[in-house]
DNA sequence: AATGAATGAGGTTTCATTCAT
DNA sequence: GATGAATGAAACCTCATTCAT
């Protein structure tokens, strides 16, 4: 909870909740457009609605702003994962992975600061910021265990399940050259089938399976 | 060429690139450790091993060494994988992505870097840097095109293409979760086969095949 | 109005003008001094008694001082001489023009600064400035039309007025020399005669009176 | 001498000429541009067609170079006035006074360098510089009294000279207002007249001639 | 005598943070 | 609880000057 990571000076809990969504909202416009480093503390009280002296009783340091921003969107991304690739409902994995894909498209300008931002986050928010991304990819994990056929190493599932993580993201970040050639229909449909059919080469494969 | 892009008031072109040669090798490792905007000019100059009077002599703005430092490691990882995967020589395209990814694994700081801080230079060195990413890619495309048997779309190439570089940069930028469990060695092997394999499903994948 | 020039960051309206009293005080006597390029803006704001933040809270540029600074001059010149030289008022053009040089020697050091510190005003700053001069001009122009008998060409006003506003001026930038031998009221006293009489020569005069 | 005033390491005097006034041709110009602060060494060594390097083995210090061009305009100037209104060649005040105006006209934009940069000298130079200010008004005190009639106390000579010397300089340093209205002719003409002439006024005149 | 690379003091400006109201 | 004026450390950058070649 965010709440325990970041102290405010103010009592009321509730209040707290509130000016924080407003400085959320305004801020990560703000870093979508010029990034963490180049937003003042002055632009985004601006922008949440309240003044820099406001601002400072709901954070101790510019930071905060950023975690509560990288929190916000962990959150609300893992909540709708939670809700369109729930493995309990979820018929398919090409189903949850559509689903994924599409997400990932509602969420781009959002996936792309918390992508590009997270390092300038401290030591100790970086940490409790890729756990909550080892619970997406541990999703994504149950998903394909679920509805994968025969013997699986673990570790496959887990390379595969991060493979399929960054091809969510990566529709946001390398928009410049993917939004070109596809739309996210097409893209995921793509994806989903290059996932389930590999590679037709001319030359042998390696026969030796260890697996 | 980088010549053209930042302007230095050193007439001595050596010089110049003797000493801009320095200021990406020191500036490289502060990026790494701080990233480039907490990373200040002094520390630049004093890791470069000359004043600061003496930075501001090979470049006009902060900026630029972000820009030098930049295209130094494009070119570097360009030049490297126009040996490791010359269509020409290479055998296979196995090979070919083993040799890319064991060069990312030799680049890692240098791709992060790459990869995070481009959004912080300018507009129009962006574009230019994108355009590196886009031959790098379409190297990729080349090898896979050669070695592909029986018809495959243009969009397939090049999205197993992005999907290959962005695996290899995933080795760098999501170490803290892949380098717990693969070594290169098996990150690679994994991914190669996972490329040519496809995924057993328990259901009936979808038959409609337009392709 | 300065106000509109330049922009502040505080928004109390009343704060602003006085903060700008201070720094204006404080500036014109460093100016004086040193002149504007060798005044540094740590200076100014310890002159005008608060710290260099606060200082650029009034002001974006350090030319925006300078701006102030001649702007309050020509304002309080323009209001002395809108009291002293009033055409209603004045009874005659002897008492305005010696009003005027009282003023210039009360104002010198002002005059002197305003003098020598506009060309490194922005240009449109010095457009500003230059229309202020523009008006004082025009009011020695209507005292001198008021008070002159017979038919005077315009350009002949212009020329009149133009003298009495650099003899009032020269009184303070010419000061080591000129107040080496008069005192003020003799200067005055002195161009006020030599203006009305003309002078006495040996030759004749040339005789085509094109007039 | 501008030798005995500014060291050169060089011995060869002539070459020392040279160069400086190379030196003075190149600055004259960027000074009157931008204004002396706002030149840096670099842009004269360049407009004087030799390095950094070399410009300081002709000074010692930047104002050195506004020296040598402040007393290369005084030296040219007076040389002029000495060839155009030399006392013992002219044979009207009015021709001399043409003359000097017209020479004002010529060198508009030195001596509005002049006029405004030499509050950056250093003192002594300073005073060097206004005392070749004081020969030129000397000038035009000789040429008065040359061609005065009736005898005129030595304050109204100077005063006059003062006068005289002022309006050639307002002429340029006050382009802007009067070259809308007049050519240089026209103004020659009109100061000429109103320095003979005197005005007629309404009121009477102030009787108590103690002349 | 000429060059131009190197220097670093010091200038302007920004901006996170505080605290009195 | 909210405000916003005040602060000053510290950032970026310039440029006069030196000195080895």
Chains 1, 2, 3, 4 share one sequence.
Not at 134 to 143: D, I, K, S, W
Request: hydrophobic share 40%; aromatic share 8%; net charge neutral.
């Amino acid at each position: 909870m965010a709440d325990k990571q970041v102290p405010s000076t103010i009592k009321d809990e509730a209040l707290v909740m509130k000016r924080r969504n407003q400085m959320v909202k305004g801020a990560v416009t703000l870093f979508i457009e010029k990034g963490f480093h180049k937003t003042t503390t002055r632009e985004i009280a601006k922008a949440s609605g309240f003044s820099i002296g406001t601002l400072y009783e709901y954070i101790r340091k510019k930071e905060d702003v950023l975690f509560l921003v990288c929190d916000s969107i962990y959150q609300r991304v893992k909540a709708r994962m939670e809700d369109d690739i729930d493995p309990a409902q979820v018929s398919s994995l090409i189903q949850a992975v559509h689903s994924y894909f599409y997400l990932m498209d509602e969420m781009q300008d959002e996936v792309v600061v918390m992508y590009q931002e997270v390092k300038s986050l401290p030591k100790d928010a970086q940490d409790y910021v890729l756990q909550k991304e080892r619970e997406m990819v541990a999703m994504l994990e149950e998903v394909i265990r679920k509805h994968i056929s025969g013997p699986c190493s673990e570790e496959k599932v887990q390379l595969i399940a991060n493979n399929i993580f960054v091809q969510g993201q990566m529709w946001g970040f390398r928009r410049w050259i993917l939004q070109r050639t596809f739309t996210i229909e097409a893209y995921a449909d793509l994806q989903v089938r290059l996932l389930l059919e590999g590679l037709p080469l001319k030359e042998k494969r390696p026969s030796g399976n260890k697996e």
